[in-house]
C-alpha cells in the first residue's frame, strides 16, 4: 500500500532553513507527480508546492516562491522541500501528497515551528 513518511521538520529561528525529506513506498514513485501541503493551526490545508514526474519540473505557491525548494529523487524514492529565510507564518504541519487511483494519499505530517 501507499505509504508516505515525512521527516526533517523542527524549531527554527526567523530567518533560518529547514529541509524536510518524504520517503514514500508502495506505488511507482518515478511516475507520479508528488506535491507538499501545509496546515497552520486554525487554517485550512494549502498548496506549497510540485515536482513532476516527467521532467522534475517545479510550481510553488505564491508565498514561498523564491525562498523554498522541491526536488526528488527517484533512485531513493524521495522528495525533499529545502526551505529558506523561514518566516513565523511558515508555521504549520507540513504533508507530502500523491493523487494516486483516483484519491489523494497523504503522510503523518512533520510539524515545522518558526519562532525566536
Known amino acids: 500500500q501507499v505509504q508516505l513518511v515525512e521527516s526533517g521538520g523542527g524549531l527554527v529561528q526567523p530567518g533560518g532553513s529547514l529541509r524536510l525529506s518524504c520517503a514514500a513506498s508502495g506505488f511507482p514513485f518515478s511516475n507520479y507527480a508528488m506535491r507538499w501541503y501545509r496546515q497552520a493551526p486554525g487554517k485550512e490545508r494549502e498548496f506549497v508546492s510540485i515536482v513532476t514526474s516527467t521532467d522534475g519540473s517545479t510550481r510553488y505557491a505564491d508565498s514561498v516562491k523564491g525562498r523554498f525548494t522541491s526536488s526528488r529523487d527517484n533512485v531513493k524514492r524521495t522528495i525533499y522541500l529545502q526551505m529558506n529565510s523561514l518566516k513565523p507564518e511558515d508555521t504549520a504541519v507540513y504533508y507530502c501528497?500523491?493523487?494516486?487511483?483516483?484519491?489523494?494519499?497523504w503522510g503523518q505530517g512533520t510539524q515545522v515551528t518558526v519562532s525566536s
Open positions: 501528497n500523491v493523487w494516486r487511483n483516483s484519491r489523494d494519499y
